[in-house]
């Protein structure tokens, strides 16, 4: 069903919502969200933050399908210029100020992060070690636990066998 005032079709079975119509017929100019991500190498929820928190981000040409499954398609290079500007502003090191008027902090130099995550995984090994001194030390001492264990049960079934001969022979039953 195709309404010439309406900018809403069904093609199939598939609903198909044109919010741009000047791109209606020019479909090959247009990249959904989740291929505009991988073509630019960013994940789909970071293209989808960007799409909440800027409002440059290029609006909607296009929705197919419905509910769940509904696929938000954009002009392709107006979606290649807004990742670019964002992509070398991650990369510079820009940040926005903070909702509290303060400027945030610039990134760490990456020998810092390095540096910090050397530190981080000494201390892991050394508790680790201690850790596995200390297990070992326990295994050590249930280990020697159960054999006394062992050998007392030993013991005690002898004593028992023992014992139940000795009231068969008394009772007279072999």
Do not use: C
């Not at 309406?6 to 969200?33: C, K, M, Q, Y």
């Not at 303060?102 to 070690?129: D, F, G, M, W």
Request: hydrophobic letters at 35%; proline letters at 3%.
């Amino acid at each position: 069903m195709n309404d010439q005032h309406s900018n809403h079709e069904t093609i199939g079975n598939e609903a198909v919502t044109w919010l741009r119509p000047e791109f209606h017929g020019r479909e090959d100019e247009l990249i959904n969200l989740a291929a505009g991500a991988a073509l630019v190498g960013v994940t789909r929820s970071a293209v989808s933050n960007w799409a909440a928190r800027h409002r440059n981000f290029p609006k909607l040409a296009l929705l197919t399908g419905l509910g769940e499954r509904r696929v938000k398609w954009i002009p392709r290079e107006e979606f290649l210029d807004f990742a670019r500007l964002q992509l070398a502003r991650d990369r510079s090191g820009w940040r926005r100020a903070r909702k509290d008027g303060k400027q945030r902090q610039p990134r760490r130099p990456s020998t810092q992060i390095q540096a910090e995550r050397a530190a981080h995984y000494e201390r892991q090994v050394l508790r680790l070690k201690d850790l596995e001194k200390r297990q070992a030390d326990r295994l050590k001492s249930t280990q020697d636990a159960l054999r006394d264990a062992r050998a007392k049960l030993r013991e005690a079934r002898r004593k028992l066998t023992a014992e139940l001969e000795a009231g068969r022979r008394a009772s007279g039953t072999t």
